[in-house]
Nanobody, 124 residues
Framework: QVQLVESGGGLVQAGGSLRLSCAVS????????MGWFRQAPGKERMFVAA????????YYGDSVKGRFTISRDNAKNTVYLQMNSLKPEDTAVYYC?????????????????WGQGTQVTVSS
């Protein structure tokens, strides 16, 4: 059974930083695409970032470009999301996901496995 466990969320002031981690068990993801999405209350789940298996292809949502950085450690079966210059509008539950394909995608339908999410709250 594939499990994704996110960690690192919490409460931070605007302008601060957080680093999210997502550890995967039950599947070796070294050849999979990994992604991060977020969902604010009453809104759809939105694309944040995605990274190919090698790290050679990385995509970001427009609202986080220049502030967030996605990375991965295939030896640890883990993906990270470094979030800097956080804004109140970044407040959401953040989910990591695995896409067993090769090319990173921005749509939730492309991803096969999901974590339970971690709450990020940015106060103004």
């Amino acid at each position: 059974q594939v499990q994704l466990v996110e960690s690192g969320g919490g409460l931070v002031q605007a302008g601060g930083s957080l680093r999210l981690s997502c550890a995967v068990s039950g599947r070796t993801v070294s050849r999979d695409v990994m992604g991060w999405f977020r969902q604010a209350p009453g809104k759809e789940r939105m694309f944040v970032a995605a990274i190919s298996w090698s790290g050679g292809s990385i995509y970001y949502g427009d609202s986080v470009k220049g502030r967030f950085t996605i990375s991965r450690d295939n030896a640890k079966n883990t993906v990270y999301l470094q979030m800097n210059s956080l804004k109140p509008e970044d407040t959401a539950v953040y989910y990591c996901a695995v896409d067993v394909g090769i090319v990173p995608h921005r749509t939730t339908a492309s991803y096969d496995y999901w974590g339970q999410g971690t709450q990020v709250t940015v106060s103004s």
